[in-house]
């Protein structure tokens, strides 16, 4: 997904919905549509807790978290990859191989991401090739509640933190009240469309 970004200059948000509909369909191709039982293999996930209160989940997101903000706020390789966010010819022009940054910061993300379907798999003892369909829309809701731009650039690792947080909190209130999943979807889908709305305006007056 990196390299295809990095190379083919393409807007990274279609491409990476591309790529995930690809594995999505090689997924199904290899498992169908049958779960697949861990028998559980990964309970220690959900059993393993640090103080005797503290899940082993928690401190994967928690030390996830911390070791992100470390890197973008610490180190010249976080600077480079905050630069290039912000200003991709700028950080060029001053030396930075930009797309070795990208396939490198899409490479990290892969890990990330896998680290979290480890954790979903072991929260359900089974999975399927469907499992998580839909997550990659509350990752973009919960990225733009926590302060991030389409344009890049923009937005803190402690503002993702909490975005995601505010977006669990919300779709936790909404079961309760027994609001329709299909209304969540709408709910979503507004969010999102205000969100780009919004950031064009912002933009538009920057300009100005």
């Known amino acids: 997904n990196g390299v295809i970004i990095a190379k083919s200059k393409c807007m990274p948000l279609i491409i990476t919905l591309g790529t995930s509909q690809i594995f999505y369909g090689i997924s199904l191709l290899i498992a169908g549509g049958s779960f697949i ?12 807790q640090l103080f005797n209160f503290l899940p082993l989940m928690v401190i994967f997101m928690i030390a996830i978290v911390l070791l992100v903000f470390i890197i973008l706020n610490k180190t010249k390789f976080g600077r480079r990859i905050v630069a290039i966010g912000g200003n991709e010819k700028n950080a060029y022009l001053s030396g930075v191989d930009v797309d070795l940054y990208k ?5 990290i993300s892969g ?28 990752a973009l809701v919960a990225a733009v509640i926590g302060g991030v731009t389409f344009e890049g650039g923009r937005g803190t690792v402690l503002g993702a933190f909490l975005g995601c947080l505010l977006t669990g909190i919300i779709s936790n209130a909404l079961d309760i009240l027994g609001v329709h999943a299909y209304i969540k979807i709408v709910i979503t889908g507004t969010i999102i469309v205000a969100a780009v709305v919004l950031s064009n305006i912002e933009n538009a007056r920057k300009k100005q």
Not at 37 to 48: A, S
Not at 103 to 107: N, R
């Open 37 to 48: 039982n861990f028998q559980n293999k990964l309970n220690f996930m959900r059993k393993v």
């Open 103 to 107: 396939i490198i910061t899409y490479g």
């Open 111 to 138: 890990a990330i991401i896998s680290i979290a379907g480890l954790i979903f798999a072991a929260r359900l003892n089974a999975i399927t090739a469907s499992a998580g369909s839909g997550y990659e829309l509350d």
